[in-house]
């Protein structure tokens, strides 16, 4: 704040071909013969072969004719010959020897005797000689001189399929010489075992003819071979003709399969018990959890006992998730083969071959859907197509060799249609049907119309009912109910399901709504449009057809439920309050409105918490301004006229005693009664915020004179000093920071020309005077925070003198605003501005002690919030203390009487 005027105070990642090699004897590689035999035809002390018996005549050897191309016939014993034109020799290795006829051909080609047995003759003939048997026919000869052994083959043979039944058997046979001297049958129950003839008990009793028929039944169980041989009795029993007969006695050879018997020599025989068992149901097909009652029997045509069993099976084979049951039981199944097999039941045969397991029942109740197989077995061994699916080794027909399985899938394979039967577990096929109002195809209806929903249902055990996948509770199989539209959707989508345990059927039906026109309104306090309120308001909304409206204030949902309603909103804060209103109908509509609310609650009288004294003096009044004050003193302002001093005083409920005294001139700090001092203006007028202006009187102030001709200033007390024109400087070179000058009791006064700064603390003690000129500006400056920046005692003097300004720096004062020790004291005479100043946003304190003068103005600065004021209510911003003391102190010099003459009128 400035002051006009002067003013005078006393106060934050080979086939190979084996043959024989056919050798011609030639020149080559023999030795020439010593001499000719004519008696015996031959060359003699001839050479010959060894390599190949062949043997050469050379030119020393005279064969003759005998010996054409140089080649001689040979007589070696086991050679071979070749004679490759007519009248050749001929020799048999036996010592017999000849030429041929002319007529005859010669043999190309002589086989040794048969494996050195019997010799036989030469024969020559047309074709060709053959070394045979004495006992083979030409028929039975091949043509390396053997004869083929003799051989049999069973022809028939029909057995019967259980024991203690006769099996017939013929078996014919050829001889190997031209005579059948023996046909035997043998059997054996596995190949390689003990043999036993059929025909006749003893062994080597033959059947003499071609044919034989035997006849022959077994009373143990299981299969036979049944093996035919023949023998020609001329030989001796290891003769080579009687290899590979089939004969199992034979030495030559260590079995007869040795020789690699046709299967036409054997037969394999099956000889089973003949058991047998039915099963029929009384119904081939029924519902699940029904029962069905199995009818079985079963017979043993054996020497045994036995039981007919009862099996359940599905026709894949694969487990029965709910077991069947029996009498209440559930039936454990059994796993053969990766199949499940349930036994129901079972049936003892006591007395064997007849029918001891007639009819016997058994009633199965079937809980899950499914195909199923009903069989019965005969379990004891051999199973013979019983049925049974658990066989060790029944065969798929009787003349089948052994086999450890029953063929595809056992019983199916080999039984037959009365010992299985075929049942089938179907599920009840429900149903359902929905309408709406009668009809199977959908509606529509307008809205707030209703309508009947009717279902039925067959076959069911629970229905569901749902409204576009949302389920209605407490459902029946059969029924109706009246239903009245509600908002949803633009159609509404019934479906009703029903089923039972195994099935389940759907219907739908739908029902389309009318929307109507949709409208969304929104207003505050019925205005149309914005508004702008201090106070409470309340907002309205209304719409027409609409399913659900959403109503949000600034993107936030209220949470309305009513189309049509008010709400009551508070006005807590300042703001712009946006209400957007949106209204939706089944048809998936939308309609919408807006209105703005702006809350400004400056001005409904309250000072709302959030408000304050500078964004809303109607309500919170005026911020506290920054103000000062004097204590103890008077105080002088020369303006004329306007406002010539200025302080905004609290007021006494915010300036509370004795802390904070509201008033521009109080009492002094011992509270001396009428220490307080009178304003004095020239003129103008005095402004202290409606509060007092003195303590004793708040209204009491002094109107004086203008000052026009005589100042006590910086010239005036110059003089009375008589310094002269150009004292000499006293600080000189300390002027940055000028230190009080080391007392000296003679020395009147000190000079400064130029501006004088002070930083450093000054403590004027009892009995010391200084008089300080300054011919420029003095700056008093606390940076380093000393506080009692400059102190006088009392019985001491200080005062700065000051042609220029004196600028209290805002370093100079207290940030503890209770403090009001002086920060400088003294007398501080300014001809210029006398500035206590600020630093803009938050000051300190400033305490002066003295006499403070600014002859062109005095300008008081300090705020402790520049925005709010805050601390302005309690504490003066400056306070000014008069020191009574300086009065007394004062130096003569200053006190002398200043004449001034002047001619008057």
């Not at 703005?596 to 409904?604: A, R, S, Y």
Request: charged content about 20%; glycine content about 8%.
């Amino acid at each position: 704040m400035v002051k006009k005027s002067w003013l005078i105070i006393l106060v934050l990642v080979g086939v190979f071909l084996i043959g024989k090699n056919q050798v011609f004897a030639t020149e080559e590689g023999y030795v020439d013969c010593g001499d000719w035999d004519a008696v015996e035809q031959q060359c003699i002390n001839c050479d010959y072969n060894a390599a190949t018996c062949e043997v050469g005549c050379g030119t020393n050897c005279d064969c003759g004719s005998n010996c054409p191309g140089g080649e001689c016939i040979p007589n070696w014993p086991d050679c071979e010959t070749d004679c490759d034109y007519p009248g050749g020799w001929r020799e048999d290795g036996c010592g017999n020897s000849g030429w041929c006829d002319a007529t005859e051909d010669c043999i190309p080609e002589c086989t040794p005797n048969w494996q050195n047995q019997e010799c036989g003759w030469w024969t020559c003939s047309s074709e060709q000689m053959y070394q045979i048997d004495v006992n083979c026919t030409a028929d039975r000869c091949v043509d390396d001189g053997s004869c083929l052994p003799p051989t049999c083959s069973m022809i028939s043979g029909e057995p019967k399929p259980w024991i203690n039944q006769s099996y017939d058997y013929t078996a014919t046979g050829v001889a190997g010489g031209g005579n059948l001297t023996g046909l035997r049958l043998w059997e054996t129950v596995t190949s390689g075992e003990a043999w036993h003839e059929l025909i006749y008990p003893d062994p080597g009793t033959f059947c003499t003819t071609s044919s034989c028929t035997a006849s022959w039944s077994w009373d143990v169980l299981g299969y036979k071979y049944v093996v035919c041989n023949a023998h020609n009795d001329t030989l001796p029993e290891n003769a080579v003709n009687s290899r590979c007969t089939g004969n199992p006695f034979k030495t030559v050879f260590d079995t007869w399969s040795d020789c690699d018997v046709a299967d036409s020599d054997q037969m394999t025989v099956a000889v089973v018990d003949n058991k047998t068992c039915t099963v029929t149901l009384d119904d081939a097909s029924i519902d699940p959890g029904g029962s069905v009652t199995v009818t079985y029997s079963g017979k043993v045509n054996g020497p045994e006992s036995d039981e007919v069993r009862v099996w359940v099976e599905k026709q894949d084979g694969s487990e029965i998730s709910i077991p069947p049951t029996v009498g209440g039981e559930a039936i454990v199944p059994m796993v053969w083969g990766g199949v499940y097999y349930y036994q129901a039941g079972s049936c003892d045969i006591l007395t064997p071959y007849v029918d001891s397991c007639l009819n016997k029942t058994k009633t199965i109740t079937f809980p899950e859907v499914g195909d199923y197989y009903i069989h019965c077995d005969v379990p004891s061994d051999p199973r013979k197509c019983s049925g049974n699916p658990f066989c060790s080794y029944e065969t798929e027909s009787p003349s089948a060799p052994i086999s450890n399985d029953c063929g595809a899938n056992g019983w199916v394979s080999c039984s037959v249609s009365s010992d299985n039967a075929f049942l089938e577990v179907v599920a009840p096929i429900s149903t359902a049907d929905i309408k709406a109002d009668g009809s199977d195809i959908d509606i529509t209806i307008t809205e707030p119309d209703s309508f009947l929903l009717s279902w039925t249902s067959t076959n069911a055990t629970w229905c569901t009912l749902s409204l576009d996948t949302v389920d209605v509770p407490d459902m029946t199989l059969n029924g109706s109910e009246t239903v009245n539209f509600y908002p949803r959707t633009d159609a509404y989508e019934f479906e009703l399901i029903c089923g039972n345990a195994w099935n389940s059927a759907t219907d739908n039906i739908g029902v389309i709504v009318d929307c109507g026109a949709l409208t969304a309104g929104v207003d505050a306090n019925g205005e149309p449009g914005d508004i702008t309120t201090s106070y409470d308001y309340t907002i309205n909304w209304n719409s027409t057809f609409a399913n659900s409206c959403t109503l949000e204030r600034n993107t936030v949902d209220l949470g309305i439920e009513s189309n049509n309603s008010s709400k009551a909103e508070l006005a807590e804060a300042n703001g712009d309050y946006i209400y957007d209103l949106v209204c939706t109908n089944t048809c998936s509509e939308t309609a919408s409105d807006s209105v703005t609310v702006t809350v400004d609650l400056c001005g409904n009288t309250i000072c709302e918490a959030f408000e304050n004294c500078l964004d809303c003096p109607e309500d919170c009044g005026e911020c506290p301004k920054a103000w000062w004050q004097v204590w103890g003193g008077n105080l002088f302002a020369g303006l004329t006229s306007s406002s010539a001093i200025v302080s905004d005083i609290p007021s006494d409920i915010t300036c509370i005693e004795p802390a904070c005294t509201p008033g521009l001139s109080v009492l002094d700090r011992a509270s001396i009664t009428d220490s307080d001092g009178f304003p004095v203006t020239g003129g103008g007028a005095i402004e202290a915020n409606g509060e007092m202006v003195t303590y004793r009187d708040p209204y009491v102030y002094v109107i004086g004179s203008a000052q026009t001709r005589f100042y006590e200033n910086y010239d005036y007390f110059y003089s009375k000093y008589s310094l002269g024109l150009s004292p000499p400087d006293d600080f000189t070179g300390s002027e940055g920071d000028a230190q009080k000058p080391i007392y000296d009791p003679d020395k009147v006064a000190y000079f400064r020309s130029g501006d004088l700064t002070i930083q450093s603390a000054w403590a004027v003690a009892d009995g010391e005077s200084y008089v300080v000129f300054i011919d420029g500006n003095l700056i008093i400056d606390d940076f380093s925070t000393v506080g009692e920046l400059i102190t006088v005692a009392e019985g001491g003097f200080l005062a700065f003198i000051v042609s220029g300004d004196i600028n209290i720096t805002e370093s100079v004062g207290y940030s503890v605003l209770t403090n009001t020790a002086g920060n400088i004291e003294g007398i501080y005479i300014a001809d210029g501005v006398l500035s206590v100043a600020t630093n803009g946003v938050a000051d300190k304190r400033f305490v002066g002690e003295g006499t403070f003068v600014g002859w062109e103005d005095v300008s008081i600065l300090r705020d402790y919030d520049v925005v709010l004021g805050e601390n302005n209510e309690s504490y003066p911003a400056e306070t000014f203390i008069y020191r009574p003391d300086f009065m007394k102190n004062t130096p003569e010099k200053m006190k002398r009487a200043q004449m001034l003459w002047q001619e008057t009128n």
